[in-house]
């Protein structure tokens, strides 16, 4: 899983498979979930992250995976 922020233009996109997306339905204004041929959630975009989710602290909380940091 990724997240990928874009400050320029406020977007946040939650890469949840490496699998590409076949369809999107946008579930609210500016939060499209992106699913694979299988029905399955790909991705979420999120437009104007900062006014809709708190983008200052993420919080893991037992993730079995390891981490990696890459900052801009």
Request: proline share 4%; charged share 25%; aromatic share 6%.
């Amino acid at each position: 899983m990724r997240l990928n922020y874009y400050p320029e233009t406020d977007f946040l996109y939650i890469d949840l498979s490496s699998k590409p997306s076949k369809e999107s339905i946008e579930i609210s204004e500016g939060v499209v979930l992106d699913y694979n041929d299988n029905g399955n959630i790909t991705g979420i975009d999120i437009d104007n992250a900062s006014r809709k989710i708190d983008l200052n602290e993420i919080i893991l909380n037992k993730v079995p995976s390891q981490l990696q940091a890459i900052t801009a």
